[in-house]
Nanobody, 116 residues
Framework: VQLVESGGGLVQAGGSLRLSCVASGSTFSINTMAWYRQAPGKQRELVAK???????NYADSVKGRFTISRDKAKNTLYLQMNSLKPEDTAVYYCHSPRAPPETDYWGQGTQVTVSS
């Protein structure tokens, strides 16, 4: 499986972006999908996740501002980000877990920069 993100960029505080992640390959093995982010000098953190049954969970820092969704027919995961803040600046990664000992699927990341 390959995960390819797009949609990152530079935006002013208060603005919006929509990230996309297209999955290709053996996508039948994908159930839960998630967005993570990593800011410079910080650990990678979970932003939002969505189960195969479309149950969603969000980090407290993005609740009410970000929305995760998926189009199963298009094998695409989305992250709608509204009311962006400078502290949202990070590289955003698409992720899908696999049962051990298999390695989780990760995308290459897309940069989001929010200017004040």
């Amino acid at each position: 499986v390959q995960l390819v993100e797009s949609g990152g960029g530079l935006v002013q505080a208060g603005g919006s972006l929509r990230l996309s992640c297209v999955a290709s390959g053996s996508t039948f093995s994908i159930n839960t999908m998630a967005w993570y982010r990593q800011a410079p000098g910080k650990q990678r953190e979970l932003v939002a996740k969505i189960s195969s049954g479309d149950t969603t969970n969000y980090a407290d820092s993005v609740k009410g501002r970000f929305t995760i969704s998926r189009d199963k027919a298009k094998n695409t995961l989305y992250l709608q980000m509204n009311s962006l803040k400078p502290e949202d600046t990070a590289v955003y990664y698409c992720h899908s877990p696999r049962a051990p000992p298999e390695t989780d699927y990760w995308g290459q990341g897309t940069q989001v920069t929010v200017s004040s």
